[in-house]
C-alpha cells in the first residue's frame, strides 16, 4: 500500500512540480488554479493593490517576511549569524546561548543588515537596447550597459524620492528590468537559538537531508517616528508593512502544495558547455582547495582558543557553505554527464542552425568556446590576483581604500558602483565590519600562501609589482619576512586610521607610505587590466549568449524563464521525497526523533539539556504533525531554489506561513545549472519546530502574541 501511494505522489508530482524560478511580473501567465494554488496572480503580486509580495524582503544576501504588524522578520540563523557574531564576546555569548529581546528595547542593532522590499517593476529594455544598438567594440557596449543603467537609477530616484532603484539584466543583451524598492536600514536582532539548535549539525549536516536544523531567527525593521526609512536611531519606531504573513500554526503534510517567494541569487542555466566545463575543470576545483586551505588554518588556529573561534565563525561559516556546495556540483556534474549532456544539445542546436543557413548563428558556438580558450590561459594567474586582494583582510582593506581614492576623482556616474555617492557610506561600514575578523598570525599566513602560489606561476605570467616587492624572482623564503614586516608597520589595523583614509586622494595615500597600502598602489594597474579585461569578455560574450539564446529558441520552439539575478521571483512544488541513489528512497518530513538520535553531545551534535529534556518528555502541545503523529522539525520539497532563497518562506496552498527555507540538498546544489524533478529538492525547517521553540524552549510568549499564534 505504501509503495502504492509512493509511486501515486511521483506520478501526481511530475504533472505538479517543474522548473522555474518564475519572475514575478510573470506569475499572471502560470494557471495557478491547476497547480494548487487558491490565490490570484494579483493577490501574489500588483504593484497598486496590498499583495502577498509586500510581507517578503530581501535581507542582506538572503530573503526574510514580515510576520507581524510590527515589522518582526522571519529569516535564517545563518542569514542573521554576523549580526549574532558581532554583538557576541566570550563572555557574553550569544552565539553560543541564543538571545530572546523581551522587550522592544532589548532588540540590538544587526550592523550591515539593510531590507528590500520590491515595490515597482518596469521593463526598461528598449532604453538599455537602443543605447548599445550601433555599438560593435564589446568594451564599449558593455560600459553603455553599465552607464545607462546608471541613468536610469538616477532619474527613477529623483522620480521617485525615499525609494531605491536597480536596473537587473534578466536575459543578457535583451530584456532589462527596473526594480524599484523600499529600502530600510535599521534592522535589529529580536530573537535567536542557541547555535546548537540554530546551527544543529553544522557543516555535516549542511547542503544534506535528513536535516534537524532549527535555522531561524527573527528580526525588526525600524524607520523615523515620520515612517521614513533612517539610520539605526533609538528614536526610530518598528516599520509597519503593507501587510504581513499569516502563521499556519498547523502547518503541511507529505503530499501538500508549497510555492516560495524570494530572492534566488544566480543561476547559469542558459549558459554553454564551454562555461561549464571550464567551471568543472578550472574554477571549482581551484576555489575548492584554497577554502579547504583557509578553514585548515583558521580551525587549528582557534582551537583552544574561544576568542578566536568566536572571530573565525562567520568567516569560516562563509568558506566551508561554498566549498561544500562546489564539491556537490562537481559530483553532479559527472554523476549526471551534464557536460556531454549540454554538448549534445549544442550540436543538435548547430546542426539545426546549419541546415537552416542561420547566418547569424553560425559561429556563435565557435566565438564562446574562444573566449573561454582564452580565458583558462591565464585563468590561474587571475584568480591569484584576484585573491590576493581578498582572501586576507588587511590587503581587502587596503584595496578598498585605493580603489576609493581613485574612484572618488572622478565624476559620480562614471565610478564603480560600490564608490558611488549613494553607496559609498555602506562600503565604508562594511569594510570597517570586515576589519574586525582582523588576525595577525593567520593574515600574514594567507599573503604567504598566495605569493608562494603566485612565485609558482609561468615566467611570463608572474605579477611584475608583487615580483619586485616580494622578491619572487630570488629565493622565496625572503617574501614572509617582507610580509611580516608590513604587518609590523602597517597602520591598517586601527579603524580611526582607515577612516580617515576613505577621504585620501590617491597622493595622500601614497603619502602615508603604508607598506600594505603601497602593495595595492603598486598593483592598481595590474587590477585595472583585470578589470578591462572582463569587461571586454563580459562584453562580448552578452553579445553572443543573446544571440545563442535565439538559436535555441528557435530550435526548441519554446519560451525559457530567465536565470536568477537576485531579483524577486516565485517557485512552486509539492512536499515530497525522493531517490537520490540506487536503492534509496528519502522522506520529506523529519522529526524530533532524530534530533535524539544525531545528538553526541558533541559539536556540531550538542543538543541543549531543556530541549532534550523537552524532547524526551513529548512536550509539544499542539505542534504535532497529523499524519507522522509526533513534532516535524524539517520538511523537504521539490520547488526550485538557490542561494539567495534562505529564509524564504514556505507558503500553503492559501499563501500561509508553513515553514522557512534554509537549503538545498547536496544532489540538488547543481540546481544551479541544471534542475531535475528527480534529484533537486530544497529543504524547509517545519514552522511547527519554530513555534514549538519559542513557546516552549524559549518562552517567548511576547513573540507568539505578536505573531497571533498562543
Ligand atoms: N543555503 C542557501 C542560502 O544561504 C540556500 C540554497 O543555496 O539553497 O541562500
Known amino acids: 500500500m505504501r509503495a502504492l501511494i509512493f509511486v ?29 494554488i487558491e490565490l490570484t496572480a494579483e493577490q501574489i503580486f500588483s504593484e497598486n493593490k496590498v499583495s502577498l509580495s509586500d510581507a517578503i524582503v530581501q535581507l542582506g544576501g538572503c530573503t526574510g517576511s514580515f510576520i507581524s504588524a510590527d515589522g518582526l522578520i522571519l529569516t ?44 515597482q517593476v518596469l521593463d526598461v529594455s528598449d532604453q538599455v537596447l537602443q543605447a548599445i544598438k550601433k555599438i560593435k567594440d564589446p568594451i564599449e557596449r558593455q560600459k553603455t550597459i553599465e552607464k545607462i ?19 537587473s539584466e534578466m536575459f543578457p543583451g535583451k530584456t532589462y528590468y527596473l526594480f524599484l524598492y523600499t529600502y530600510l536600514k535599521d534592522v535589529r536582532l529580536v530573537y535567536a537559538p542557541p547555535r546548537s539548535i540554530g546551527e544543529f549539525g553544522g557543516e555535516v549536516d549542511n547542503w544534506e537531508w535528513p536535516r534537524h536544523t532549527g535555522d531561524f531567527s527573527l528580526m525588526r525593521a525600524y524607520v523615523a517616528p515620520d515612517g521614513s526609512p533612517a539610520e539605526y536611531g533609538p528614536q526610530n519606531v518598528p516599520y509597519q508593512p503593507k501587510t504581513y504573513l499569516k502563521v499556519a500554526a498547523e502547518g503541511v503534510e507529505e503530499g501538500d502544495r508549497v510555492f516560495i517567494l524570494g530572492y534566488p541569487g544566480r543561476t547559469y542555466r542558459h549558459r554553454t558547455s564551454a562555461f561549464l566545463s571550464f567551471e568543472y575543470e578550472v574554477r571549482m576545483p581551484f576555489v575548492v582547495g584554497w577554502y579547504q586551505w583557509q578553514i585548515n588554518l583558521m580551525n587549528s588556529l582557534s582551537k583552544n582558543n574561544a576568542a578566536r573561534a568566536l572571530k573565525f565563525s562567520a568567516w569560516i561559516k562563509g568558506l566551508a557553505n561554498t566549498e561544500k556546495n562546489y564539491r556537490g556540483k562537481l559530483q553532479g556534474i559527472r554523476r549526471i554527464g551534464l557536460i556531454e549532456k549540454k554538448k549534445t544539445e549544442e550540436r543538435n542546436i548547430q546542426n539545426f ?34 585573491y590576493f586582494g581578498r582572501s586576507a583582510i588587511l590587503p581587502a582593506v587596503a584595496r578598498t581604500l585605493v580603489q576609493a581614492a581613485n574612484e572618488r576623482q572622478k565624476p559620480d556616474m562614471e565610478r564603480e558602483s560600490s564608490f558611488m555617492e549613494r553607496n559609498f557610506n555602506r562600503t565604508q561600514t562594511y569594510t570597517l565590519l570586515r576589519l574586525k575578523y582582523f588576525d595577525e598570525q593567520v593574515d600574514p599566513l594567507i599573503v604567504n600562501e598566495l605569493l608562494k602560489k603566485i612565485s609558482n606561476l609561468p615566467e611570463e605570467q608572474q605579477i611584475a609589482p608583487l615580483t619586485s616587492i616580494f622578491k619572487l624572482d630570488e629565493d622565496f623564503s625572503k617574501a614572509p619576512e617582507i610580509v611580516k614586516q608590513a604587518y609590523q608597520n602597517t597602520r591598517l589595523t586601527d579603524a580611526n586610521f582607515v577612516k580617515s583614509c576613505f577621504n585620501k586622494t590617491p597622493d595622500e595615500l601614497k603619502a602615508l607610505n603604508d607598506p600594505i597600502l603601497n602593495w595595492m598602489i603598486a598593483l592598481q594597474s595590474a587590477y585595472d587590466d583585470l578589470k578591462e579585461k572582463q569587461k571586454k569578455r563580459r562584453g562580448e560574450l552578452t553579445r553572443l549568449r543573446a544571440l545563442w539564446l535565439e538559436a535555441k529558441k528557435a530550435y ?30 528519502k522522506s520529506p518530513i523529519t522529526t524530533d526523533r532524530g534530533i535524539l538520535e544525531k545528538t553526541t553531545g558533541q559539536s556540531p551534535f550538542d543538543t541543549p539539556e531543556k530541549l532534550l529534556s523537552l524532547l524526551k518528555a513529548k512536550q509539544f502541545g499542539r505542534f504535532v504533525s497529523k499524519t507522522v503523529g509526533t513534532l516535524p522539525v524539517g520538511i523537504l520539497y521539490s520547488c526550485d531554489t538557490t ?22 540538498t547536496f544532489e540538488a546544489t547543481i540546481n544551479d545549472y541544471a534542475w531535475n524533478h528527480q534529484y533537486s529538492r530544497s529543504i524547509g525547517v517545519d514552522i511547527r519546530y519554530i513555534l514549538f521553540l519559542l513557546k516552549y524552549y524559549s518562552n517567548a510568549d511576547q513573540i507568539l502574541k505578536e505573531i497571533g499564534v498562543e
Open 8 to 36: 501515486l505522489l511521483i506520478f501526481l508530482s511530475f504533472l505538479c512540480a517543474e522548473e522555474g524560478m518564475f519572475p514575478i511580473t510573470e506569475i499572471d501567465k502560470l494557471d495557478l488554479k491547476k497547480i494548487g
Open 76 to 119: 535564517n540563523h545563518h542569514c542573521a549569524f554576523r549580526a549574532i557574531q558581532n554583538a557576541s564576546t566570550p563572555e557574553n555569548d550569544y552565539l553560543t546561548n541564543g538571545f530572546v529581546a523581551h522587550k522592544r528595547e532589548q532588540e540590538f542593532p544587526a550592523k550591515g543588515y539593510t531590507v528590500r522590499i520590491t515595490e
Open 149 to 167: 543603467n546608471k541613468q536610469i537609477v538616477k532619474q527613477a530616484e529623483t522620480d521617485h524620492p525615499g525609494l531605491r532603484a536597480s536596473v
Open 353 to 386: 542552425i546549419e541546415t537552416n543557413n542561420l547566418k547569424e548563428y553560425k559561429n556563435v558556438l565557435a566565438d564562446i568556446y574562444q573566449i573561454f580558450n582564452n580565458t583558462r590561459q591565464s585563468y590561474l594567474r587571475d584568480l591569484l590576483l584576484s
Open 556 to 585: 526548441l520552439k519554446k519560451d525559457f524563464i530567465p536565470d536568477a539575478n537576485g531579483t524577486f521571483r516565485m517557485t512552486f512544488g509539492l512536499i515530497e521525497g525522493y531517490a537520490p541513489a540506487d536503492a534509496v528512497y
Open 643 to 664: 542561494g539567495g532563497n534562505s529564509g524564504s518562506p514556505v507558503l500553503n496552498a492559501k499563501g500561509e506561513l508553513v515553514g522557512l527555507n534554509i537549503d538545498r
